[in-house]
């Protein structure tokens, strides 16, 4: 089909026109009634690459690992009504965890809104607590200048998801196309320079600290600030700890890296962040997997707050000075203020002792698998530069402890909404934005068969993503909690009787597949993991059933009530 005039076009000749004129290369979609008039024109379209996924949330979470791994903005189509609403979890993901993805999403004509038509569902409705913005275009004088303001909102400010629902009659109209250069927005001007003075005060009650700490979310590493970060941490000699979205803003294998902090981080972050006395929180939002019990979290401390999101300041934490800006222009701003680094001496002693005094540890002697042994060998051999994508449960907070990130843009998790089913999918996103890497998918069993439809998509593509799968038979982490706070009642998360054979399903959707239960064949396995490249791999590693995750501290409790090994059943006599 080519363009109806000069300038005029169908609404689907300008939805591609317009996604060219954002240089989107990818769009993660599937077909149905409502937008076969776009599908009609992709079909003669060569320039943009669809990739028709198995399920529609699957194809929101292959556009926030592409969206994590490139940091452009992904884009996903489908159709109206459960196409749409297939998405919600998706979307939902991507708004806990600030992930600039665009939503397109097929409606019934504009005539039939509002009357139970066929496949129809109030999308904007639904998604309207979960998107940064949603629009529902209803002339196609509007889509252009639409979808330039959808791509601007979701990667600006604090990056986020957007929804354009598109009727059918919208989209087989016909106008001019004029695509806006630029974007007004009355009310929305995200604000990138934080305030001189604030700035200038935080240069100086760091300065003066005797016992600062650098607190690093996932925003550090969305703003592109790791650079800034390195110089300020190295030049000023300050100890690092990340959230679960900031890993590998710094380098894990920097001694200054205290490594996460949190339910899970290491013994030394948490009391690092306890004992502080100036804690600046750089595009992170205090939340409350991290504080535990929110009025004794960092108490002693002068709390600085970075972000660039002025809703977050004082939501979760009362700050002392917050400063509202783009953390990579606030930290370079920072360092040039700074007059002399602190004396961080003696702060940097009681830091290591507590390094010494509970140290991460696993048993590596029985001759069992064990997923700490499996990560360990994995971040060896790859040298923590993989692009890990991960799934939710203990396998999931092992990869935070074992797995040593060196590089930003490599550790992609669903953090906020801790959606299971996320890595198969987000790994192929992913494996579509990186090249040069390896793109390795953990998962545990349980989220595995989650959104499973979609190793048929890797299959399809060759993607060379590594699947690696940790079987214990259970819903590990929830059998966790099951046995240390209620009371040992293991109820419906053992799965050893109900999971399918995971080799033989692989193969069946053109996969190449291994597994083992033996410590000896894990370096073979990822070897030859690592060095496939005609497409996707799977390796199961049976590990240790009843393991669990240490250290904990329970959710709403403080350090003191840490729990850093497995009671024995003799000491709780
Ligand atoms: C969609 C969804 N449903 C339920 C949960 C609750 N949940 C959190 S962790 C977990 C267990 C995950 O088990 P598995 O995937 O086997 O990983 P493991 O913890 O064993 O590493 C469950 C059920 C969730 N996070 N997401």
Redesign the pocket.
């Known amino acids: 089909m080519k363009p109806t005039s000069n300038k005029m076009m169908t609404g689907a000749e300008i939805f591609f026109e317009s996604l060219k004129k954002e240089k989107v290369e990818y769009v993660f979609g599937y077909p149905g009634g409502a937008v076969l008039k776009i599908y009609e024109r992709l079909y003669d379209i060569k320039d943009l690459k669809h990739i028709l996924v198995r399920h529609e949330q699957g194809a929101t979470h292959m556009a926030e690992g592409y969206a994590k791994a490139s940091g452009k903005v992904g884009v996903v189509l489908v159709t109206s009504g459960p196409g749409a609403t297939n998405t919600v979890?998706g979307i939902a993901d991507a708004y806990m965890d600030s992930v600039p993805i665009v939503v397109f999403t097929g409606q019934v004509p504009s005539t039939l809104i509002g009357n139970d038509a066929f496949q129809e569902a109030d999308i904007v409705g639904i998604t309207r607590p979960i998107t940064k913005h949603n629009f529902l275009v209803r002339d196609v004088k509007e889509l252009a200048s639409t979808i330039k303001k959808a791509f601007y909102i979701a990667s600006t400010g604090r990056p986020g998801p957007v929804l354009v629902d598109l009727p059918k009659d919208v989209i087989a109209s016909v106008c001019e196309f004029e695509y806006p250069e630029k974007v007004e927005l009355r009310g929305y001007n995200p604000n990138f320079v934080g305030h001189q003075n604030s700035i200038k005060k935080a240069a100086e009650v760091i300065s003066v600290s005797k016992k600062p700490l650098l607190y690093v979310g996932g925003g550090v590493i969305m703003s592109d600030a790791y650079r800034e970060l390195r110089l300020f941490a190295k030049e000023n000699n300050i100890p690092v700890t990340m959230t679960l979205q900031g890993l590998g803003a710094f380098p894990m294998t920097d001694s200054q890296s205290l490594g996460m902090l949190g339910m899970h981080g290491t013994y030394w972050a948490n009391m690092a962040v306890n004992n502080c006395d100036v804690l600046v929180s750089l595009g992170a939002r205090f939340d409350d997997r991290v504080t535990g019990k929110i009025d004794e979290f960092a108490t002693r401390s002068y709390k600085i707050h970075v972000d660039i999101d002025p809703t977050c300041i004082d939501k979760n934490v009362v700050v002392d000075l917050p400063i509202v800006g783009d953390v990579k222009h606030v930290l370079a701003e920072l360092a040039a203020e700074m007059n002399s680094a602190p004396d961080t001496k003696d702060w940097w002693e009681q830091i290591n002792k507590w390094r010494e005094e509970c140290p991460l540890e696993y048993n590596n002697s029985d001759g069992k698998l064990r997923?700490e042994y499996v990560l360990s060998t994995l971040n060896n051999k790859t040298e923590g530069k993989a692009v890990i994508v991960t799934?939710?449960?203990?396998?999931?907070m092992?990869v935070s402890q074992y797995y040593k990130f060196t590089e930003p843009r490599s550790h992609i998790t669903s953090g906020g909404l801790?959606?299971?089913?996320f890595s198969l999918p987000a790994s192929i996103g992913a494996s579509f934005a990186i090249k040069d890497r390896p793109v390795v998918s953990i998962?545990?069993?349980?989220?595995?068969q989650?959104n499973i439809q979609e190793l048929i998509t890797a299959a399809y593509y060759k993607l060379p993503i590594k699947f690696l799968l940790?079987?214990?038979s259970?819903?590990?982490?929830?059998?966790?909690w099951q046995e240390l706070f209620h009371n040992e009642k293991y109820s419906f998360?053992d799965?050893s009787d109900s999971n399918p054979d995971f080799v033989k399903v692989a193969e069946a959707m053109g996969i190449k597949a291994y597994s083992t239960d033996s410590p000896k064949d894990v370096e073979g396995l990822l070897d030859e993991a690592l060095a496939y490249d005609k497409g996707p791999i799977l390796i199961e590693f049976k590990v240790v059933k009843e393991d669990m995750v240490f250290p904990i501290i329970p959710a709403g409790k403080t350090i003191k009530e840490i729990i850093t090994k497995r009671l024995d059943p003799k000491e709780m006599m």
């Open positions: 979890t997923t799934d939710v449960g203990q396998h999931q092992w801790g959606t299971m089913g998962s545990g069993d349980g989220g595995f989650m940790i079987n214990n259970f819903l590990g982490m929830v059998r966790q998360t799965l």
